[in-house]
């Protein structure tokens, strides 16, 4: 027998025999099924293993506190404006209504109270929903995998996160009730333009809660979460309004509705709300409410704490300033003059390139147009003396030249009064010119639409309305428009208050001693200065006026007297008064306080006035009455903060001598209110700054007007001139129907008839009478001979 190698024997047997198909599934087959199902357990293992790495727990749900809106409310409780990262109002599973939970059911997860978390066929489901439709409708998350995709995991598409979101899905389900799972959907998901739960969603779209809401309105809002941009009704109505219906044929396929209520709820349109960002009624008081909040209770109760923040704002008070202001302002500009179109197109014919304009609007209006104000960018085509035809993108009209008078030349440095009336179109305006036009309410003779020549001021005001005795703070305007300048004049900008402050000098000399019939002689005066040139104070009209009283010398702001006036009863007792007046700026210590020279807030120098309205008391400016957490727990209260600052009988004294200031002086427009009232004017060299202070007996206003960067806001645009009319414009509209008081006389306040010449006691032979008030005690006991006498030794 051969002895050749057992293995070599068995190696030729192979060679020549063939392998049948035992063999093959034997030798090749078991064995790669083998190893394949040991590699995929393993991998199965290493995946399933990776997935239950640093799972977040689900049991903080049990404290859910999802990001909610801080709303603030005027004194009246309107909602003003809000605060968020995510805009959402918390809401009960029970106060949601039912069918919203239906709608919400049949298009999200109609087995939701069925399933354990994820449903197969569910997910069979919505892909044969979308095969029949060409596109995505449904999902196949189940909601509770939807509340781990928003709150627990990352967006990414992996298999590895779906292994995850299953995972989360289970334990959500073992945790929670499927009612609690179903309410924090509902609170939770994203519905489109910052609206985040279904009562957020109902106020964006419609301005109504959502238990308010239709059947078709709900069911739009039910469609929006899988994809809220894209069915947008805002956006895409036609297709918001499929989606729409979608989910009103699956509600009815569910029996949830029935087919006459779906087929009627298909047919409807869409009213939608107006598009609405953000709600700011109040933009400047708002930002001055919203920097407190923040430093108080940090940026996460601000944007995310669902505080309600009650304040002292009256809203029709805050429109009347914000009109007020608009209004005067533009007044103003067009005194100043047209400053030029905003570009040129140069159309062809009547073909104007559109896209040109619109780069044109974006550059001078970034922010959009204000939708009341009827204004819009036009384009002039043809151009005669007498008048100009403007496009713009809806409509054609004229511009007569009456309606464009005003837009002489630019030139602040002219009065504008000296200007005449604009007769010829062409000299502003040519072929192409893109302008800002007023789309008036009349039409010309031939039935034409009527435009006016607009421009937007470079001016700026500050507007602050208080109430003397609580100092609540009822209306705020910082600037002319907030979206372009978010800086609040009203409480951040330091300005020179020029003859404002005037007042607090005169009052101060009467708690020295000095009264109001008080002479002083009107005459030059030289103070020499070390390193400068001697300073050398003259009137507003250039010229002295000899011995003057008190009460002339602050009716008619005279200069040189209240220089004198400060250096006779010193700076230093000014400069105390003006603290316990409520000036917290720095004063400079030196005689040119008495003018107004040292940079103060308006919010500073209307809580002074305060004091004087107020009967000698001062009350701090407050704007904040109460704030409360998102579950109604008060944090925080505030009473009005008073203090007796100056006696009652000083602050009727000096509110009587500013009652004069509006009788006979420069603050003569609020004589236009036919009530009592007091006031001062106030204006700064070269006409860079122009204000008017002036109150009643429940209410006082601070009105302040001058360009942002140093430079003149216009010849001749004085207190008198231009911020006067701001603040009579508000108090017009804000006093309407209240009861006309006078101011109280207190019982330490004598009248007495005196000569104005000499100050004292009047007699028969007296030519120049006047009834003059006295605190108790200062009045004159020598009669008048007639002759001048001063109380300041020939100063």
């Not at 689900?58 to 990001?67: A, E, Q, S």
């Not at 914000?322 to 533009?330: D, P, Q, T």
Request: glycine residues 8%; aromatic residues 10%; charged residues 25%.
């Amino acid at each position: 027998m051969s002895k050749r190698p057992i293995k070599e024997i068995l190696r030729r047997r192979m060679k020549h025999k063939r392998w049948g198909f035992k063999e093959i599934v034997l030798y090749i087959i078991l064995p790669l099924f083998f190893l394949s199902g040991i590699f995929i357990t393993a991998i199965a293992f290493i995946v399933y293993t990776k997935a239950y790495e640093d799972l977040p727990d689900v049991l903080i749900l049990k404290n859910y506190k999802p990001n909610l809106i801080t709303e603030v409310y005027d004194d009246g409780n309107k909602l003003i404006s809000e605060f968020y990262i995510e805009r959402r109002v918390l809401l009960p599973l029970n106060n949601i209504p039912s069918i919203m939970k239906l709608a919400t059911l049949a298009v999200e997860d109609d087995q939701f109270y069925k399933h354990k978390g994820f449903n197969f066929k569910r997910i069979a489901g919505a892909l044969w929903s979308n095969i029949k439709a060409g596109g995505v409708v449904e999902g196949g998350s189940t909601i509770t995998q939807q509340i781990t995709k928003t709150m627990f995991l990352t967006p990414e598409r992996t298999l590895f996160r779906k292994i995850r979101e299953a995972i989360l899905a289970v334990r959500i389900e073992k945790n929670f009730s499927k009612d609690e799972i179903l309410e924090i959907y509902l609170n939770q998901i994203y519905y489109g333009h910052s609206a985040y739960g279904v009562e957020a969603a109902a106020l964006v779209y419609f301005g109504r809660h959502v238990n308010e809401l239709t059947l078709p309105e709900i069911a739009m809002i039910a469609g929006l979460p899988r994809a809220p941009k894209l069915y947008s009704p805002y956006f895409s109505p036609e297709r918001a309004k499929n989606r729409r219906n979608h989910i009103l044929r699956r509600m009815e396929s569910l029996g949830y509705i029935t087919h006459e209520d779906a087929e009627n709820a298909s047919n409807s349109d869409f009213k939608l709300k107006d598009r609405q960002d953000r709600k700011n009624l109040a933009p400047y008081f708002a930002e001055y409410i919203r920097q407190y909040v923040e430093d108080k209770y940090g940026s996460s109760g601000l944007y995310k704490g669902g505080l309600k923040v009650y304040t002292t704002l009256k809203i029709e008070f805050q429109e009347a300033a914000e009109s007020a202001v608009k209004e005067g302002l533009r007044e103003i500009d067009k005194r100043l003059g047209y400053r030029g179109t905003l570009g040129n197109v140069k159309p062809l014919g009547q073909y104007i390139d559109w896209r040109k304009v619109d780069e044109i609007e974006l550059k001078y209006f970034p922010e959009g147009r204000e939708k009341n104000e009827n204004r819009a960018l036009g384009v002039v085509t043809e151009a005669i003396p007498e008048k100009v035809l403007v496009f713009t993108k809806e409509n054609r009209g004229y511009i007569y030249v009456q309606d464009m008078e005003w837009a002489h030349k630019y030139d602040p440095s002219v009065d504008a009064l000296s200007f005449g009336k604009m007769k010829n179109a062409k000299d502003i305006l040519k072929v192409g010119d893109v302008v800002d036009v007023k789309i008036l309410e009349e039409k010309d003779k031939k039935g034409n639409l009527k435009f006016a020549l607009e421009q937007e001021p470079v001016v700026q005001s500050a507007l602050l309305c208080m109430e003397p005795a609580t100092g609540f703070i009822r209306a705020m305007v910082g600037g002319y428009d907030f979206d372009k300048s978010k800086f609040n004049r009203a409480i951040q900008a330091k300005r020179q208050p020029g003859s404002s402050f005037k007042p607090i000098v005169y009052s101060a000399s009467f708690e020295k001693g000095f009264t109001p019939a008080s002479i002083f002689i009107d005459s030059p005066v030289i103070f020499e200065e070390k390193d400068e040139e001697n300073w050398k104070p003259a009137n507003f009209e250039e010229r002295f006026y000899g011995p003057t009283n008190l009460r002339t010398a602050l009716t008619h702001s005279r200069n040189v007297i209240t220089v004198k006036l400060l250096q006779s009863m010193g700076i230093k007792h000014v400069l105390e008064y003006a603290r316990r007046l409520g000036i917290k700026s720095y004063l400079t210590p030196d005689l040119s306080m008495a003018l107004g020279t040292s940079g103060v807030t308006l919010n500073e120098l209307t809580s002074a006035y305060g004091v004087f309205t107020n009967r000698g008391i001062k009350t701090e400016p407050m704007a904040i009455k109460s704030i409360t957490d998102k579950d109604g727990n008060l944090l925080e209260e505030n009473k009005p903060k008073e203090e007796r600052v100056i006696s009652e009988e000083l602050a009727y004294i000096t509110t009587n001598i500013l009652q004069s200031v509006v009788q006979e002086g420069t603050g003569w427009r609020a004589k236009a209110l036919g009530r009592p009232v007091a006031g001062k004017t106030g204006t700064t060299n070269n006409y860079m700054d122009a204000w008017f202070l002036g109150y009643t007996p429940d209410l006082i206003a601070g009105v302040w007007v001058g360009m942002d960067k140093d430079e003149p806001i216009g010849k001749n645009e004085t207190g008198a001139r231009a911020a006067n009319p701001i603040w009579v414009r508000f108090m017009e509209k804000v006093l309407k129907g209240m009861p006309v008081k006078n101011f109280q006389i207190p019982e330490g306040v004598v009248f007495t008839k005196i000569d104005k010449k000499t100050g004292l006691l009047a007699t028969p032979e007296t030519t120049d009478m006047a009834l003059e008030c006295f605190i108790e005690g200062t009045e004159p006991t020598e009669f008048s001979d007639g002759g001048a006498r001063t109380d300041t030794m020939g100063l």
